[in-house]
T-cell receptor, first 114, second 110 residues
Framework: DVKVTQSSRYLVKRTGEKVFLECVQD?????MFWYRQDPGLGLRLIYF???????EKGDIPEGYSVSREKKERFSLILESASTNQTSMYLC?????????????FGQGTRLTVV | SQKIEQNSEALNIQEGKTATLTCNYT??????LQWYRQDPGRGPVFLLL?????KEKRKERLKVTFDTTLKQSLFHITASQPADSATYLC?????????FGIGTKLQVIP
């Protein structure tokens, strides 16, 4: 069974902390994505990666960075967490180019910054 | 700017009826359009992909249409069941990334 696994389901962090969200996929997919989802705003793309060590900014990259040292792992980093980064974070992967093939999502990480 | 519109209000229908959800878009010319299902507290799950040269696609009780002239996709669930209750998202391909609509919440009433 194909799987995208996010390291935590729920996370509570303090303002100013550095936060790491980890995502691992076991499907040998080239493409990986990080989204955040907020009520009334839907899914918004933060960063994506088409290859190891490659990253591209999405629609809302400010306050975030990413790392892709291995094909199966894509990490989202909040350099200095702020309360407006409280959200549901979703990682996804796909074999083909974005939108041209099925995306597989992780279960999500609900992050609360206090 | 590019925009995707889904009816953000919940759609309530009686069990056994056909549910029809709408996805309209502007300032896009997507070659591909997808529909996903999302249950509360979980990640979206892929349902169907349709290409611009396909007018209609079916999978079991699901049917998707894609009208590039109207810039609209319709998503139909026939013989709806309470288990179909969820939020349904459309997603458009463009500029090396996919953009999601905010989704429509469907409630199937027994």
């Amino acid at each position: 069974d194909v799987k995208v696994t996010q390291s935590s389901r729920y996370l509570v962090k303090r303002t100013g902390e550095k936060v790491f969200l980890e995502c691992v996929q076991d499907m040998d997919h080239e493409n990986m994505f990080w989204y955040r989802q907020d009520p009334g705003l839907g899914l918004r793309l933060i960063y994506f990666s088409y290859d190891v060590k490659m990253k591209e900014k999405g629609d809302i990259p400010e306050g975030y960075s990413v790392s892709r040292e291995k094909k199966e792992r894509f990490s989202l980093i909040l350099e200095s967490a702020s309360t407006n980064q409280t959200s549901m974070y979703l990682c996804a992967s796909s074999k083909g180019a974005a939108g041209k093939s099925e995306a597989f999502f992780g279960q999500g990480t609900r992050l609360t910054v206090v | 700017s590019q925009k995707i519109e889904q009816n953000s209000e919940a759609l309530n229908i009686q069990e056994g009826k056909t549910a029809t959800l709408t996805c309209n878009y502007t300032n896009y010319s997507p070659a591909y359009l997808q529909w996903y299902r999302q249950d509360p507290g979980r990640g979206p799950v892929f349902l169907l992909l349709i290409r611009e040269n396909e007018k209609e696609k079916r999978k079991e009780r699901l049917k998707v249409t894609f009208d590039t002239t109207l810039k609209q996709s319709l998503f139909h669930i026939t013989a709806s069941q309470p288990a179909d209750s969820a939020t349904y998202l459309c997603a458009l391909e463009g500029y090396q990334k996919v953009t999601f609509g905010i989704g429509t919440k469907l409630q199937v009433i027994p």
